[in-house]
């Protein structure tokens, strides 16, 4: 339904009156409603009958932050009155804030909007069935994204102009471009993190703009707006897609399928304008050459844009699009182009910078120049876009058979959750996995058909499928601006193999919704229920029993028991749930109630309980006996606020409070000097500065019984304060840099970085920290200094193996340092103990695989 100019004021008031807001006066609109000038070569006017946005937000874009309810607000207003635009909401965030996005495009193509949907499509589905004559047809579709990182503000205020602009621009660069485009216009990404900053920044402005970037303004509280809800930044999240933003957000790329998808960011004050192409020797292997050559004919459009307005910018000195996990790298391995910008940041209203004061409407003005440039040119292109997507899909049969990998094949009968995890994430990018519908043995894996899956890497995903999928250690640069590796597999640590045969091992449509194995074996028991350790949550079904104020024992020897009519063996770690413990008269426990939860945890928690009728074990120690361990009910708290380490502690927060169904406290580190600490048995250390008085009152604690889990940025910590003797085996770079000339000192020394490999780290499971894991883990390294093992007997459970690198980027002088250095250290202290990993345990949300590590500390942290 679209509604007339008159009826806007009610439209407004509805919109806005709840959040006590104004509208203001409707007014003619006949120029670009910008603080600052802005050439608009091939408009005309602009329709008087669309709201600018001063009217229905209450400012003039680039004269205040915009709050996100007010951006939602001018979307759907501008869609209630133009025949040009469609607004949708994709998503909702943690904190209950709409994603929405506008599709903006002609009335004629709005007419038929599902035949374009359904013609883009085909480039990917069916591409050898599309000519040159049908794609003269189309539409290109471009997928433009805005201040992903949600105090990178300028973005999404160019994004409400640019509507504007779209939706009431008359002239050949709207009208003609319309016809030829479908702009799927989304506003903000992280409109959680956004509220963060502009409302901080709202707060602290007076009347008059203040340019010192020493003004609170300037100086967000922790921790920012730059990420979402958790702290975790959403411009790493497109291939872990951990979060519901970036969840809505591939749903709607991979329902259309855009040729192009740009990036709006923000960077440092005393830079320029930066658009990609990037640092060319940092390419992607798996993106196809056509992809850079466009980036470069769009790049023409930027710059002569960018050149009317008189702004400075520059190419391919910086960023890279080597990890396919940010927005402007992730659609290059789905035949699109993704295309970063990088405005120099005014944070605030104004501030100092080394060329004069930067305007926030200047930031914006170069922002909407970049988003109108962009349209320019993939309209200029659109046969060359549509065909590099065509031609990416139609190849991929070849690609697949030049790739020595066919297909990567993936237990079930073994850790089945994670399996499980994995195909749900593949399935997000449009990956089709099947059944193994054979036996195959793979590097002396035995695969049983049905018992695993299968992911082809012959099918329309195939660069992707390989990109995700493969080890990689040889690169063609020794810097990177993220990560060096990714590998699923080894992130979630599967059981898998590559099949490098000939046969067609894919057998029916793997049902990811329906393929929890959880259960329980035996009925209903008499005595007790074993609860094995091995399964992703089984934490979380221990923590449930626990909270119903069911007794619950580990056990530290292997045992064998008989349940369901055989004899099944458990390993240490397993849990004992006793149903008839020493309890008080008249708090017996209700067993029938005991194995519902038992039922309803098995179901949801996708554990097997197995039944046992008598506390008498076919071998090892009985389940009454002192080899089973009480273990206390986790109570948590995780060091935040000002000085901590935000990323850190949002992904253990993220874990425990979204996967374990935990609470947990968020302590501020300001405050922990005069907190009581006893609330607590568990306090998590992400890192950052303790005072004095912090660091007595957590010693004080930790030797009365707490347990302390530091986190890698928290080793320094525990090493000043003497919870650790450690010898670095990493040496001064020194007397190699002298050598050097001046101007490869950098780099010589940046290479020695370690930004993020995959190594092996070899775990002591007869340790109450290892129980339930592999004799070794793929875990996440950020970090290049290696460490000695501690001469005290028993520290180090966890040791880097003597093949060290499992894959991604590491010097070779570190590669000497790494084998047999420590990784994971439990240490006594009082009655309490500290706990330190090296490594990063919950990297982003998706390290599956060494969570376990991190929730054993959890759980297991006082048996050692």
Not at 590 to 605: F, G, T
Request: aromatic share 10%; hydrophobic share 40%; proline share 5%.
């Amino acid at each position: 339904m679209r509604f007339s100019r008159i009826t806007l004021v009610t439209l407004c008031s509805i919109v806005l009156s709840v959040f006590g807001s104004k509208c203001a006066p409707l007014v003619s609109a006949q120029h670009l409603p910008l603080p600052l000038d802005m050439p608009l070569p091939g408009i005309t006017s602009y329709n008087s009958d669309i709201p600018t946005p001063e009217e229905i937000i209450g400012h003039q874009i680039g004269t205040r932050h915009t709050l996100p309810y007010q951006v939602e607000a001018y979307f759907r207003a501008v869609a209630a009155v133009s025949d040009r635009v469609i607004f949708n909401v994709y998503a909702q965030s943690y904190e209950g804030r709409n994603l929405i996005h506008a599709i903006v495009t002609s009335p004629s193509n709005h007419s038929r909007l599902s035949d374009i949907k359904q013609a883009n499509k085909r480039l990917s589905d069916d591409p050898d069935n599309v000519s040159k004559e049908d794609m003269a047809h189309m539409p290109v579709v471009v997928y433009q994204g805005y201040s992903i990182h949600g105090n990178e503000a300028s973005g999404t205020e160019a994004a409400v102009l640019y509507l504007y602009h779209l939706a009431a621009g008359e002239g050949p660069a709207v009208n003609d471009a319309l016809e030829n485009a479908v702009v799927i216009l989304d506003p903000m990404f992280n409109p959680d993190g956004r509220d963060r900053f502009a409302d901080w920044a709202n707060r602290y402005r007076g009347a008059v703009a203040v340019d010192d970037p020493q003004d609170r303004e300037h100086n967000e509280g922790w921790p920012g707006g730059r990420t979402n809800h958790y702290w975790f930044d959403l411009n790493r999240d497109w291939l872990p897609a951990q979060h519901p933003e970036s969840q809505g957000r591939l749903e709607v790329f991979h329902s259309w399928r855009p040729q192009v998808l740009t990036d709006h960011h923000e960077m440092g004050t005393g830079s320029t304008f930066f658009f990609q192409p990037g640092i060319p020797t940092r390419n992607n292997p798996f993106t196809p050459q056509s992809t850079y050559d466009l980036t470069y004919a769009i790049a023409k459009f930027h710059a002569r844009g960018l050149d009317r307005i008189g702004s400075a910018y520059y190419t391919e000195e910086s960023y890279d699009d080597f990890y396919l996990g940010k927005g402007s790298a992730y659609p290059d391995v789905h035949g699109s182009l993704g295309i970063l910008f990088e405005q120099a940041s005014s944070r605030a209203l104004e501030r100092e910078s080394n060329g004069g004061v930067l305007h926030y409407a200047f930031t914006v003005r170069n922002q909407f120049a970049a988003s109108l440039s962009t349209l320019e040119g993939v309209v200029a292109l659109r046969e060359d876009l549509l065909e590099n997507q065509r031609s990416f899909y139609a190849g991929a049969k070849a690609f697949a058979r030049s790739s020595d990998v066919k297909a990567y094949v993936v237990s079930l009968s073994e850790r089945p959750t994670r399996a499980r995890k994995m195909a749900e994430l593949l399935e997000r990018h449009r990956v089709e996995i099947f059944m193994l519908n054979k036996d195959v043995s793979i590097d002396g894996i035995e695969f049983e058909a049905g018992g695993a899956y299968v992911v082809p890497v012959d099918q329309a995903q195939a660069r992707f499928v390989d990109a995700v999928m493969e080890t990689t250690r040889e690169f063609s640069d020794s810097l990177f601006y993220d990560v060096s590796t990714w590998t699923l597999p080894l992130a979630f640590d599967v059981l898998y193999g590559e099949y490098i045969g000939s046969s067609d091992l894919s057998g029916t449509r793997f049902d990811v919704a329906n393929a929890s194995s959880g259960r329980v074996v035996g009925g209903q028991a008499a005595y007790a229920y074993v609860l094995p350790w091995d399964r992703y949550y089984a934490p979380r079904a221990l923590y449930r029993l626990m909270q119903a104020g069911v007794a619950t024992r580990v056990a530290r020897k292997p045992f064998i028991i008989s349940s369901g009519g055989r004899d099944v063996s458990f390993e240490r770690g397993a849990i004992i749930i006793m149903l008839q413990p020493r309890v008080v008269p008249g708090q017996e426990v209700d067993v029938s109630l005991v194995h519902q939860l038992i039922v309803e945890s098995a179901r949801e928690d996708d554990v097997v309980f197995y039944a046992a009728s008598t506390g008498l074990t076919s071998s090892g120690p009985d389940l009454g006996g002192s080899s089973m361990s009480s273990i206390s009910m986790p109570r948590i708290a995780i060091l935040s606020g000002t000085g901590s380490t935000s990323s850190a502690a949002g992904e253990a927060w993220h874990m425990l409070s979204e996967r374990f169904n935990m609470p947990v406290s968020l302590l501020d580190m300001g405050r922990v000097a005069r907190a009581d600490l006893s609330r607590y048995n568990v306090i998590i250390h992400p890192g950052g500065s303790l005072s004095e008085e912090a660091t007595k009152s957590i010693q004080e604690w930790i030797r009365g019984g707490g347990r302390l889990i530091a986190m890698p940025s928290a080793v320094q910590w525990a090493i000043a304060n003497g919870y650790l003797e450690l010898e670095s085996r990493s040496e001064s770079m020194d007397s190699v840099l002298t050598e050097l000339p001046f101007e490869d000192r950098s780099t010589a020394r940046r290479a020695q970085g370690i930004g993020g490999s995959i190594f092996e780290l070899t775990v002591d499971n007869t340790h109450p920290l290892g129980y339930g894991l592999a004799s070794s883990v793929p875990v996440f390294r950020q970090g290049s200094t290696f460490y000695d093992i501690p001469e005290s007997p028993g520290q180090a459970f966890g040791v880097y193996s003597d093949s060290g690198i499992m894959s991604g980027y590491i010097s070779d002088a570190k590669l000497q340092e790494l084998p047999g250095s420590a990784g994971a250290f439990g240490v006594r202290s009082g009655s309490g103990r500290v706990i330190v990993f090296m490594d990063r345990l919950s990297f982003r949300g998706f390290w599956y695989g060494s969570d376990r590590l991190f929730m054993n500390a959890v759980f297991f942290g006082g048996l050692f």
